[in-house]
């Protein structure tokens, strides 16, 4: 599976970003979408995931309330919309994909995007 992330940018805090992660090659396999970040100097951290069916979402605390993660699966494209984004949310972000539902640990995905920036500014 491959998978292409897309839709950082530089945003102004209180601003939205919708990032988008298209996948390609096996992507008739039912895959767990998983979005995570990595600030400057920092590890990499989970942000959300969501079910093949879209049922199942889990969120980091830090952004509950404020990111919303979808899935569009005729389309292959997992989608992460940021809402009420701060100087904070400043991060690489990486989609992933896993078999295991709710998984939020990076050693549990198999296949990882390359990243897209995103920048807040304060």
């Known amino acids: 599976v491959q998978l292409q992330a897309s839709g950082g940018g530089l945003v102004q805090a209180g601003g939205s970003l919708r990032l988008s992660c298209a996948a390609s090659?096996?992507?008739?396999?039912?895959?767990?979408m998983g979005w995570f970040r990595q600030p400057p100097g920092k590890e990499r951290a989970f942000v959300a995931s969501i079910s093949w069916s879209g049922a199942v979402t889990n969120y980091a605390d830090s952004v509950k309330g404020r990111f919303t993660i979808s899935r569009d699966n005729a389309r292959n494209t997992v989608y992460l919309q940021m809402n009420s984004l701060e100087p904070e949310d400043t991060a690489v972000y990486h989609c992933?994909?896993?078999?295991?539902?709710?998984?939020?640990?990076?050693?549990?995905?198999?296949?990882w995007g390359q990243g897209t920036l995103v920048t807040v500014s304060s």
């Open positions: 992933a994909a896993t078999k295991v539902i709710a998984a939020a640990a990076t050693w549990q995905y198999d296949y």
């Open positions: 090659g096996r992507t008739s396999s039912r895959y767990v």
